[in-house]
């Protein structure tokens, strides 16, 4: 099983970038799947997920609509628009909520080696 992201980079304050995040192994057909970052200093913190169903939660620090998170079959992908300077953190995708309804790190059973995202402004 593993999670492979990508679509990090530098780019300028109010750009938009699309990351993905492929996972290989059959567990994730019908696992859910997230995405979390952690900023230099900070906590790794919880983004938004997608179950296998389609259905998407977002942490409340994230429904302003700049982030929109979606899958087809096993590629998660983020969607991140106007984005900021506080918005530079290492993107990390997750899979397999292993404690249903919790969005902490330590709740989720796989992780991927994270795509750096640096806003400059």
């Known amino acids: 099983v593993q999670l492979q992201a990508s679509g990090g980079g530098l780019i300028q304050a109010g750009a938009s970038l699309r990351l993905s995040c492929a996972a290989s192994?059959?567990?994730?057909?019908?696992?859910?799947m997230a995405w979390f970052r952690q900023a230099p200093g900070k906590e790794r913190e919880f983004v938004a997920a997608?179950?296998?169903?389609?259905?998407s939660t977002y942490s409340p620090d994230f429904r302003e609509g700049r982030f929109t998170v979606s899958r087809a079959k096993n590629t998660l992908y983020l969607q991140m628009n106007n984005l900021k300077p506080e918005d530079t953190a290492v993107y990390y995708c997750?899979?397999?909520?292993?404690?249903?309804?919790?969005?902490?790190?330590?709740?989720?059973?796989?992780w991927g080696q994270g795509t750096e995202v640096t806003v400059s402004s």
């Open positions: 997750a899979g397999q909520n292993i404690v249903g309804g919790s969005y902490v790190p330590s709740s989720w059973k796989f």
């Open positions: 997608v179950s296998w169903t389609g259905g």
């Open positions: 192994g059959r567990a994730f057909g019908t696992s859910s």
